[in-house]
């Protein structure tokens, strides 16, 4: 792999997605194109791409002038499997540690941090699946593969004999023969929330510039995705991906799909429509939650992730709402789609780019990794990011009131933060103390 050398001027990038929400982008910034064998400043690539570029053949050895958009093992979180595990050990962690954030109700259940479905990995978890299962033999699950995307693999089962058939030997009874990758069971969600009778999903992008200190983005532009057909749960709809999975990769194979929105909505819209029907106070209770889910899901991987600082991420988060308004993270997705199926879908991606380079680049020069300010944008180069949580502001913060701070770090950052600290606090589990204005909503 070329190694750059230059030190200033234009920016020269390299991709191997040919997206116009991309090359516009690139191109209206004045930025060069170049091949992966010339010198780069910015290469926006696929995971495989990535992971050639961090291979041991090429010595994992970027110049102070080049940046990549994934982490070397960004697949802690964007596989399925793999997200599991790291959330779980995250949970046992705080709660070897005694964290009040690891806190359990009677029944067993994490208060603050139960966001991902009861969920098992097989081959591997068989044994203690199936015994799940048959504590609740009605109970339906939803198989998928870890590695893939897209919908791909997807199924539902409402019996163990489903899943022994699915499986290489269906007369192993302890599901003892290997399968070619792991996959994940889920208890499904059957309670989602529902908008005209449809099942939808989020889709939200977060942007991670450090995981060490962790330092994440939110931004504002990201949509629903509904399915074409209305949610039913009888038996014999199982098997219908166009009432269960909202991914558009296959919704738009339906017959009932829009061309005009997609299928579609964006996110001010459905805030919108939910504070419209279960009031203001619910939505940002939601939407608090849905942060302080993101910023743990981050926390959980923190640790294992190779906090690369020629790296940044642009992740997809999918999340699924229930008809309690409680949201629960279903994955992380490493390469969001860029395709654009609507026009204003096309707009968003664009806008998406724009707002993500300009966050990184705000002076539109080749980077400088060991510069200070180098990913330390300013907030009129936010666009439509806010900062979700910083983590160094925070533990700055700790032992502070952070109302009527200057410091640009938005509501998001100070919600939770907040919320750690008044977990954290004996005099607030024991229902003392000033809350302040800012995040009250998670009373």
């Not at 992971?51 to 958009?69: K, M, P, T, W, Y």
């Not at 954030?101 to 068989?126: M, Q």
């Not at 009888?234 to 919704?251: A, K, P, R, W, Y």
Request: with cysteine.
């Amino acid at each position: 792999m070329s190694q750059s050398n230059s030190s200033g001027g234009t920016i020269k990038y390299c991709s191997d997605q040919d997206k116009a929400c991309l090359t516009n982008n690139f191109e209206r910034k004045g930025w060069i194109h170049v091949t992966p064998h010339d010198d780069w400043n910015f290469y926006w690539a696929g995971v495989g791409t990535a992971r050639n570029v961090f291979s041991v053949e090429n010595g994992h050895r970027l110049a102070d002038d080049q940046i990549i958009c994934h982490y070397p093992n960004h697949f802690e979180l964007t596989r399925k499997d793999l997200v599991v595990k790291n959330i779980k050990r995250y949970r046992k962690d705080l709660e070897k540690e005694g964290s009040p954030l690891a806190e359990k109700d009677e029944h067993g259940h994490y208060i603050h941090l139960d966001f991902i479905p009861v969920t098992y990995i097989l081959p591997g978890d068989y044994n203690l699946f199936a015994e799940e299962f048959r504590k609740n033999p009605n109970s339906t699950w939803i198989m998928k593969p870890s590695g893939k995307a897209r919908g791909i693999g997807i199924f539902l089962i409402n019996k163990l004999t489903q899943l022994k058939k699915w499986s290489r030997d269906g007369k192993t009874q302890n599901y003892a023969t290997p399968v070619k990758d792991n996959y994940v069971i889920s208890k499904y969600l059957d309670k989602p929330l529902l908008i005209g009778g449809k099942k939808f999903d989020l889709r939200l992008y977060v942007l991670v510039l450090s995981y060490r200190p962790l330092k994440v983005y939110i931004y504002q532009l990201g949509f629903a995705r509904f399915c074409t057909v209305k949610y039913n749960t009888s038996v014999g709809e199982l098997d219908n991906m166009f009432v269960h999975l909202t991914n558009v990769s296959i919704q738009k194979y339906g017959a009932e799909y829009n061309n005009h929105h997609g299928g579609k909505w964006p996110i001010h819209a459905l805030r919108l429509y939910i504070e419209s029907t279960r009031g203001k106070q619910a939505a940002d209770k939601l939407w608090d939650e849905i942060h302080w889910q993101i910023v743990h899901s981050l926390k959980a991987v923190a640790g294992v992730m190779a906090n690369d600082r020629h790296c940044f991420e642009c992740y997809g988060y999918d999340i699924i709402i229930d008809s309690a308004l409680k949201p629960w993270l279903i994955e992380v997705n490493a390469s969001p789609s860029l395709s654009a199926t609507t026009v204003n879908d096309r707009i968003m991606k664009y806008k998406l780019v724009l707002d993500t380079i300009n966050v990184l680049l705000p002076d539109n020069q080749p980077p400088d990794v060991k510069s200070p300010s180098f990913k330390n944008p300013p907030k009129e180069a936010l666009g439509n990011y806010e900062l979700l949580y910083d983590e160094e502001v925070a533990l700055a913060m700790d032992g502070k009131n952070p109302s009527g701070s200057a410091s640009g770090g938005g509501v998001g950052l100070y919600a939770n933060s907040l919320r750690e600290r008044r977990i954290q606090s004996d005099k607030y589990r024991s229902g003392g103390g000033n809350t302040g204005s800012i995040g009250a909503s998670w009373k």
